[in-house]
T-cell receptor
Framework: SAVISQKPSRDICQRGTSLTIQCQVDSQVTMMFWYRQQPGQSLTLIAT?????????ESGFVIDKFPISRPNLTFSTLTVSNMSPEDSSIYLC??????????FGPGTRLTVL | GDSVTQMEGPVTLSEEAFLTINCTYTATGYPSLFWYVQYPGEGLQLLLKATKADDKGSNKGFEATYRKETTSFHLEKGSVQVSDSAVYFCALHPPHGNKLVFGAGTILRVKS
C-alpha cells in the first residue's frame, strides 16, 4: 500500500489568489491523480499527473486554471489559480503503483471567500 | 461507458443492525471492484477489493462478493457500530483503462 500526505490540510483564501497543494507518496508509484470533491458529492477526476511531462486533463478542466507538476515518482503539486468561491472544495491526491489499487491522501479543504 | 450505481442514502440504522449497501456496475470485460470509506473530515480509505468473479473482499467486518452474473458488488456488515458512520463509495477499475469510476456515494448513519 501507499501512504499519501497532503499539504496544506485546509486553507481559506481570497478570490483572485492562487493556492498550491503538495502531495507526497511514501513510495515510488506509477500514476498520480488529482480529484475534486464538492460538498456532498462524489469525486471528479481533474487530471492525471505525468512524471516529467504535462498532465492529462479531463473534460472541463484546463491547465491554466489547474496547473500540475510531477517532478518525480513520489511528489506532485496542484495549483488552483485565480480562485473564485466556486472553487471551494476538497482536493484529493491519489496514487497507484503496480497493481490496480488506488490510494488517496487525506484531502485539502479549500474555502474561497 | 463504464458506470457504477449505488443505492441512495442516507441509510440510517441502529447499532448492531445488519447493513447492506447495494452497488451495481456496467463495464466492458472484467473490472476490479472496490469499496472505499470516507469518515467525516477525512480522505478516502480503501475498505476492500475484489479482482475477479466470485472473489470476496473483506475487512473490519465488512464484506462484498464480486457477482458477475448480476454485475453487483454489494457491501454487507453483520452488526454495525456508531463508528461505521461514514460515506461509502463503490468503484471499479476497468481492465483496459487507467481511471477509477466512482459511484455517487452512500451516507451511512448509525444511531446508538
Amino acid at each position: 500500500s501507499a501512504v499519501i500526505s497532503q499539504k496544506p490540510s485546509r486553507d481559506i483564501c481570497q478570490r483572485g489568489t492562487s493556492l498550491t497543494i503538495q502531495c507526497q507518496v511514501d513510495s515510488q508509484v506509477t500514476m498520480m491523480f488529482w480529484y475534486r470533491q464538492q460538498p456532498g458529492q462524489s469525486l471528479t477526476l481533474i487530471a492525471t499527473a505525468n512524471q516529467g511531462s504535462e498532465a492529462t486533463y479531463e473534460s472541463g478542466f484546463v491547465i491554466d486554471k489547474f496547473p500540475i507538476s510531477r517532478p518525480n515518482l513520489t511528489f506532485s503539486t496542484l495549483t488552483v489559480s485565480n480562485m473564485s468561491p466556486e472553487d471551494s472544495s476538497i482536493y484529493l491526491c491519489s496514487a497507484r503503483g503496480s497493481t490496480d489499487t488506488q490510494y488517496f491522501g487525506p484531502g485539502t479543504r479549500l474555502t474561497v471567500l | 461507458g463504464d458506470s457504477v450505481t449505488q443505492m441512495e442514502g442516507p441509510v440510517t440504522l441502529s447499532e448492531e443492525a445488519f447493513l447492506t449497501i447495494n452497488c451495481t456496475y456496467t463495464a466492458t470485460g472484467y473490472p476490479s471492484l472496490f469499496w472505499y470509506v470516507q469518515y467525516p473530515g477525512e480522505g478516502l480509505q480503501l475498505l476492500l477489493k475484489a479482482t475477479k468473479a466470485d472473489d470476496k473482499g473483506s475487512n473490519k467486518g465488512f464484506e462484498a462478493t464480486y457477482r458477475k452474473e448480476t454485475t453487483s458488488f454489494h457491501l454487507e456488515k453483520g452488526s454495525v457500530q456508531v463508528s461505521d458512520s461514514a460515506v461509502y463509495f463503490c468503484a471499479l477499475h476497468p481492465p483496459h483503462g487507467n481511471k477509477l469510476v466512482f459511484g455517487a456515494g452512500t451516507i451511512l448513519r448509525v444511531k446508538s
